[in-house]
């Protein structure tokens, strides 16, 4: 018997979504997940990088799991409007995926009625550059305050309420490692009871396997080093001098991840 592919490949994402499926579960929206149930709500944030995100997205459809993926629509690293982007947009519909509100909150005046504007005025062009209507919002490095707050925003779910963020369990890949445990080890999923699972493309549809540092010098390689100053604001700890990763913490960690 073959030993199980490292993760934070491509054989391991997809060999972890299929043990996730060998335990019953079973892909769902955000909005049509329940806690209780063996339900898999498959979350990415494309903070880095669109053009690569396909890769997961075949991965699934080819499991017969839909995903949602959640576009920044003020990055300094890629423009929702562009080419390349639209392409994504593109497959990502063919594939029936969702395309969610990847949101800054940090970004805005930090009172409840510009936050919703605000919010509200990125998923209208969010919808107009991928055609899709914008039902759920993750917040981008949220604050605190944020992790936990019960009112949706602009109308629409957002990832860290209460019912998606503590009444489900939530785990995810920061930075390339599982810092609150192996997903299949996790008491939820030994249980049946549902996951929302946050991974980030970039760390996983190259081969890297974990080493983080080497995903981002690919991405300066394809995009040039003029993005390293946008990649240091976007990944905590990011040096754009040495391209090294400082203070990543390798082990498990308790709490809120901020990401
Ligand atoms: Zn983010």
């Not at 509200?120 to 062009?125: F, I, L, N, T």
């Not at 981002?216 to 990944?235: M, N």
Request: charged letters at 25%; hydrophobic letters at 45%; aromatic letters at 8%.
């Amino acid at each position: 018997m073959s030993a199980a592919p490292a993760d934070f490949t491509r054989a391991g994402y997809r060999a972890l979504l299929q043990a996730l499926l060998e335990r019953g579960y079973e892909a769902r929206r955000f909005r049509d997940a329940g806690p209780e149930r063996p339900h898999l709500i498959l979350r990415h944030d494309v903070d880095l990088w669109p053009e690569i995100v396909g890769e997961m997205a075949r991965i699934e459809a080819d499991l017969g799991l839909t995903a949602v993926y959640f576009f920044l629509t003020d990055s300094p690293l890629y423009a929702i409007d562009a080419p390349e982007t639209r392409a994504v947009f593109e497959e990502l519909a063919a594939l029936g995926h969702e395309v969610g509100l990847h949101f800054d909150a940090a970004a805005h005046p930090d009172e409840a009625a510009a936050l919703d504007r605000a919010a509200a005025d990125a998923c209208r062009r969010l919808e107009a550059a991928s055609g899709q209507s914008v039902e759920t919002v993750s917040f981008h490095r949220p604050a605190r305050a944020l992790l936990g707050r019960a009112e949706p925003i602009a109308g629409r779910l957002h990832a860290y309420q209460p019912r998606f963020f503590e009444d489900m369990d939530y785990c995810s890949d920061s930075r390339g490692a599982w810092r609150r445990g192996h997903p299949l080890a996790r008491r939820s999923v030994r249980e049946g009871r549902a996951l929302q699972l946050l991974t980030h493309p970039i760390w996983w549809v190259h081969d890297d396997a974990g080493d983080a540092e080497a995903a981002l010098a690919r991405l300066i390689a394809a995009k040039g080093a003029a993005l390293k100053p946008a990649v240091a604001e976007t990944v905590t700890g990011y040096d754009p001098a040495t391209g090294r990763i400082l203070g990543r913490i390798q082990g498990p960690i308790q709490g809120p991840i901020q990401d």
